[in-house]
């Protein structure tokens, strides 16, 4: 113990090192300005004549967010939570239903493929649609009618 007392202060070692400090920000995205509690987005088609037309809405503009600049977002969505396998439908007052689809530009149906998204300038994208054709046989009791699909932004490059 002695020893160690008895060597002169300049002697002793100084070790310097470097420790990185670093934060992960995942890639995420937000569907909609109107954010619900669940993280998704309205889109309210309004009123619908019951004559047995195809109605054409357009455009429809729900905005996407995402934060990732490196990949190119591709988006789909799922056939919805009242589709018979074969045709999105809404589902209305004493489980009676509307066709309806999702329109690409050129009125063509969206298959739920993914597609990319495309970003404007000011660094926003738009869900792809572009119009909802809605069909409503005569006789169709009123009521409001809803469908819930499920989009999904796939991030990989």
Request: glycine share 12%; charged share 15%.
């Amino acid at each position: 113990m002695l020893a160690l007392a008895l060597v002169p202060a300049q002697s002793r070692a100084q070790v310097t090192g470097k420790l990185a400090i670093a934060a992960r920000v995942p890639p995420t995205c937000q569907i909609g300005t109107n954010q619900s509690a669940t993280g998704g987005a309205t889109i309210d088609l309004g009123g619908q004549d019951a004559s047995g037309g195809a109605g054409l809405l357009t455009p429809i503009q729900v905005p996407i967010d995402c934060n990732d600049s490196a990949t190119t977002p591709k988006i789909s969505v799922d056939p919805g939570s009242h589709s018979d396998g074969t045709s999105r439908r809404m589902q209305g007052p004493t489980g009676s239903f509307i066709l309806y689809d999702l329109l690409l530009e050129g009125n063509q149906v969206w298959d739920g493929s993914f597609l990319p998204l495309a970003y404007r300038p000011d660094g926003t994208a738009f869900f792809p649609i572009a119009g909802v054709r809605v069909r409503v046989p005569p006789g169709t009791p009123d009521g409001i009618y809803i469908d819930t699909i499920v989009i999904t932004i796939s991030l990989e490059n």
